[in-house]
């Protein structure tokens, strides 16, 4: 599996492309709100996007799903518990002016599993941070959305977070295998789950 990241928008949410080396078949793991950006990308790769899959649905991850569907007409997928976070993403942005009137195009619930080539790749709810969180795993790659960061886990201060529900998750990502690479919806990507294990998390 191929993986390019990138940092885009002003809360630099990492965006992920993965792909299939044999087909050039594409997921788009949380968009970001750089369409434009991740279009051009993925024309330059010679990329083939299937679908886009959102770890959770805060604005800062979806924002760019509207104009993506327009541009290669592929599914969204998120967990239902967080369709109306979703769909209020560009209100919660404050983007009134311009894309304030856009409704994000509806999404598809997430399976438990994706092929993407010869891979499958996992969905794992781990809800706390928002109650539809997911993590995508596929060995030894896992993708924890805005739950878990190098620098410490995610924010559960929200009226629909659970700081009980995060930290069951939280123990579920760690008992993953050691040498399982962690890429967060923010800073530094990736890390080794082994560098958290030395601090008292
Ligand atoms: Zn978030
Ligand atoms: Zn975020």
Redesign the pocket.
């Known amino acids: 599996m191929e993986i390019k990241t990138f940092s885009v928008g002003k809360?630099q949410?990492n965006c992920y492309l993965v792909w299939d080396k044999d087909t050039s078949d594409c997921l788009i793991i949380?968009p970001g709100d750089d369409a434009d950006y991740l279009t051009t990308e993925i024309i330059n790769l010679k990329l083939k996007p299937l679908a886009i899959l959102l770890t959770?649905g805060?604005y800062?991850?979806c924002l760019a799903c509207f104009e993506l569907k327009l541009n290669f007409n592929i599914p969204i997928y998120l967990h239902p518990k967080d369709n109306l976070l979703y769909q209020n993403a560009a209100k919660s942005a404050g983007h009134w002016s311009t894309i304030g009137a856009l409704r994000q195009p509806p999404t598809l619930p997430l399976p438990p599993k994706i092929k993407l080539g010869s891979e499958t790749i996992e969905v794992i709810p781990i809800p706390g941070h928002t109650p539809g969180s997911v993590c995508f795993y596929s060995a030894p790659h896992l993708f924890v959305?805005?739950t878990l960061f190098e620098e410490g886990v995610?924010r559960t201060d929200f009226s629909y977070s659970s700081p009980s529900d995060i930290q069951k998750s939280l123990t579920k990502i760690y008992s993953f295998p050691e040498e399982t690479l962690i890429y967060p919806?923010?800073e530094n990507s990736p890390f080794f789950l082994s560098s958290l294990n030395t601090r008292n998390y």
């Open positions: 809360l949410t949380d959770h805060h800062d991850h959305g805005d995610g919806g923010h």
